[in-house]
């Protein structure tokens, strides 16, 4: 066989071993979505990607945490550029909301590009239900460069916390982060109210998510901090 078809096969078989990555992981986000975690064997993720070999999904991936790990990386780029863009952007470098906000838009402007229907945000939800999951998506999430300059810009401008309360809002932050998106995609889904009337209306329900979140977590991070005793 000639250098050139050779390089050719080679190029046909990476093009079919990504189509069918996809393929698999487009069936594990929903699957996990829709079921939990626990309740999804790589057998049949494997079958709703239309493999037949039931270890496909052990060949290409490995381990269950292998997969999920490749599952919150998938639109890892995608997310950085668009926070990377929004932090060199920032128009008042003083005001907390300005960080939070780099911290909520690049996952609901993700969201949004992802169209209707869309399993990402329930599926990270399933996986924060899991403890040793939830590690790597925050391992994951702290690891990207442009998410601690946004988490140090916020943090620079925050009064000083006691350390179990910056651990508590910490923790508040990411359940009401997590699940609120999860709570979102679920109703465009679903089609609830007024999200029945299109893209438009999807675009406006994560516009509306978007700002919410970023009150919430202002209030969230600013709030008093009342008096009272610590274990230890």
């Known amino acids: 066989m000639s250098s050139s078809r050779t390089a050719q ?10 189509d069918t990555r996809e393929a698999i992981l487009d069936a594990a986000e929903r699957l996990f979505a829709e079921r939990g975690v626990g309740e999804v064997s790589n057998r049949q993720i494997g079958q709703a990607a239309g493999q037949a070999n039931n270890f496909a999904v052990g060949y290409h991936f490995g381990t269950k945490a292998d997969l999920v790990r490749a599952i919150v990386r998938r639109h890892t780029a995608v997310t950085e550029e668009r926070r990377l863009r929004m932090l060199a952007e920032i128009a008042e470098p003083g005001d907390p909301r300005g960080w939070i906000a780099c911290l909520v838009r690049p996952a609901t402007g ?14 990270l939800a ?26 140090e810009g916020m943090f620079r401008l925050l009064p000083d916390l006691p350390e179990e309360v910056h651990r508590e809002r910490g923790d508040m932050s990411r359940l009401l982060v997590v699940h609120t998106l999860a709570e979102r995609e679920r109703a465009l889904h679903e089609g609830e109210g007024a999200l029945h009337e299109g893209e438009g209306a999807a675009r406006a329900g994560w516009e509306a998510t978007a700002i919410g979140l970023i009150d919430a977590l202002a209030g969230l991070w600013l709030a008093p901090v009342s008096a009272r005793t610590f274990p230890g």
């Open 9 to 18: 096969a080679a190029s046909g078989r990476a093009e079919r071993a990504h």
């Open 110 to 123: 993700q969201l949004e590009a992802l169209g209707v229907p869309s399993w990402r945000a329930r599926c």
């Open 126 to 151: 399933q996986f924060d239900t899991v403890p040793a999951l939830r590690q790597i998506v925050v391992d994951e999430s702290v690891a990207a460069p442009s998410m601690g300059r946004a988490l």
